[in-house]
């Protein structure tokens, strides 16, 4: 699960790059579909939220799963928040706080969802 959250969170990380290049053509569909980028924030970071969660309840088995789960989504939600206020200094991005929401919305909820999965 461990390997998994990495190359997940590489992915993530090629895809921001690209897209600060303004070299993310091959996904430039997804924002022609309405609420598509929304959509991206909030299962991206949802998915990435619960690999970590998962990899480090196997990892940390006497820690509290829930205090996990929330120390994971504060630091994911440092790294996002610090990522979009990025997106100024790139004359190809826009920040856009509903776009922080909806990666903020894919962490609660896929946070909530880790702890559901035994």
């Known amino acids: 699960m461990k390997r998994l959250a ?12 690209l897209a600060d290049l303004g070299m993310l053509d091959i996904l430039g569909a997804i924002n022609r579909i309405p609420y598509g980028d929304k959509a991206g924030h909030f299962i991206l970071y949802g998915i990435l939220t619960l690999l970590i969660d998962l990899a480090l309840f196997r990892s940390r088995p006497l820690e509290s799963r829930k205090l996990v789960a929330v ?8 790294l ?34 880790a702890l559901r999965i035994k």
């Open 80 to 113: 996002i928040g610090l990522e979009e206020y990025s997106q100024q200094f790139f004359p190809e991005r826009t920040p856009a706080l509903i776009d922080l929401l909806f990666s903020y919305l894919g962490v609660a909820f896929f946070s909530w969802l």
């Open 6 to 17: 990495i190359l997940f969170g590489l992915f993530i990380i090629a895809i921001i790059v």
């Open 71 to 78: 120390k994971c989504g504060l630091i994911l939600a440092l």
